[in-house]
């Protein structure tokens, strides 16, 4: 199961724009969606990250992946907000938040996380003299990227443990297990990465 | 390069106290390839991480190459090289090349060079064909081949594998066995498969966190099966 990460090769402009100027591209589209107001504005950024998804190959799998992975949010979103404000604001968020994932989408498409980490990297080398560890920070954004699915992983398998003892309506015996999961593979990771000297200072 | 457990003892806070789980142990550890047997729960694991510092002596001294794990952990990791039973954990970058290159991310600053150094890497443990590929599509045996490739990339001069084949089908146990006693770096093999521990030069039996049986591995193998 993947959700982002999901690099497609190709040979399309936005595969080749550098990996710094697509992560710069997506903050001022973010900056830009959330600040826009109105519906219109909203129909306006999901259309772009729609043809900008489009235009980079990532496919209709790769979008229904992506999309499967807030629907439930955003449904009940659109729902909550049409009715305490109508349906204008009700577009203008969930239309925010999809044409994001969708730019996210673009972005972990046509970018290898080898990419972005360099770039992140690289533009937080000057913060080296105010304190930042620019290589750590850019392994907490690879290893966010990776903790989605694996996550998601860890959740399936927990859920079918609880249906093959017969607890699938139990909410403690999907939680209680899934919780411990997480924090011992997290706890496994961070082993595993000390062992490999990732993360050591230089 | 040697290898020295000096007195050592591994406690663990407990509930009401503290476990001891690796009794006082001394030992010097200068063959090629050394095997941990010995039952579950028993402090295999434990002696072995002892000398990657993930796990640190409560008392007595474990030095590597004269360097201690528990102030120069930084030097001694990268002496010293760990693989786990799941590899899962281990791979944290959505592609193979790329969890590969991580590795690297230390030794090679330039881009291009870490692709070309991580790609070499993968071609040397049969892996190049799989370099796009996600870590997710991976069968069992090339997901632990993958993290093997990820430790073996930074050229330790030791590597500790713990419970390397325990996951594995028949096939792929035997394969990553070959290799892990085909590598030129001396390992400390941490193993149910007994099989396989008969292969190394040495094998260590520990039992209720001690060392109750050290010598040639056939000797110890032989021993564990008949006490057992």
Redesign the interface.
């Known amino acids: ?2 959700m982002i ?3 497609r ?1 190709g040979a399309t402009l936005l595969h080749r724009l550098p990996a710094g100027v697509k992560l710069l591209g997506m903050l001022v589209a973010a900056v830009a969606t959330v600040a826009a107001r109105g519906w219109a504005a909203s129909l306006v950024a999901l259309a772009v990250a729609a043809a900008l998804l489009a235009w980079s190959g990532a496919g209709l799998r790769v979008t229904v992946k992506a999309l499967r992975g807030i629907a439930l949010v955003a449904v009940l979103l659109f729902a909550w907000q049409t009715w305490q404000h109508g349906w204008p604001r009700a577009v203008e968020t969930v239309g925010d938040i999809v044409a994001l994932v969708l730019l996210a989408t673009v972005l972990t498409a046509t970018t ?4 972005i ?2 770039a992140i990297t690289a533009g937080l080398r000057p913060l080296r003299r105010v304190g930042v560890d620019a ?1 750590r920070v850019a392994l907490a954004f ?2 966010t ?2 903790a989605i ?2 996550t998601l ?1 860890l959740a399936v398998e927990t859920r079918q443990a609880a249906q093959a003892r017969g607890l699938e309506r139990s909410l403690r015996a999907r939680l209680v297990p899934f919780v411990i999961r997480v924090v011992a ?1 997290a706890h ?2 961070g ?8 993360g ?3 | 390069m040697s290898v020295l457990l000096e007195e050592v003892t591994v406690r663990v806070p407990v509930a009401d106290g503290d476990l001891l789980i690796l009794e006082p142990t001394s030992l010097e550890l200068t063959e090629r390839r050394v095997a941990l047997v010995g039952p579950n729960g028993a402090g295999k694991s434990t002696l072995a991480r002892l000398l ?3 796990a640190l002596a409560s008392s007595g001294r474990v030095l590597v190459d004269g360097l201690d794990p528990a102030h120069q ?2 030097e001694v ?2 002496k010293v ?4 039973t ?1 590899p ?3 791979l ?4 193979v ?2 969890d590969v ?3 690297l ?2 030794t090679h600053r330039n ?1 291009s060079e870490r ?1 070309a150094a991580a790609l070499g890497v993968l071609t040397r443990y049969g892996l190049e064909h799989l370099a ?1 590929r ?1 870590v ?1 599509g991976l069968s069992g045996g090339q997901r632990q081949l993958l993290a093997l490739a ?2 073996l990339a ?1 050229e330790p001069d030791i590597l500790v594998a713990d419970e390397p084949t325990t996951l594995l089908d028949l096939r792929n146990a035997r394969m990553i066995g070959d290799l892990l006693l085909g590598l030129p770096q001396r390992l400390v093999l941490v193993t149910h498969d007994l099989e396989l521990a008969a292969r190394c030069d040495r094998a260590l039996l520990v039992d209720d966190g001690r060392v109750v049986a050290d010598g040639p591995a056939q000797d110890v193998v032989d021993h564990y099966r008949a006490t057992t």
């Open positions: 199961m993947s990460g999901d690099y090769p290898r996380v080898q990419d980490l360099d290589d690879a290893l990227i990776r699915p694996a992983e593979r496994e990771t082993a595993a990465l000390h062992a490999r000297g990732v050591d200072q230089d | 990657n510092g993930l952990g930084r990791r990268r090289g760990f693989t786990f799941d899962a954990a281990q944290v970058m959505p592609t090349a790329e290159a991580l590795s991310r230390r881009r692709e796009e996600s997710h990820g430790v930074t």
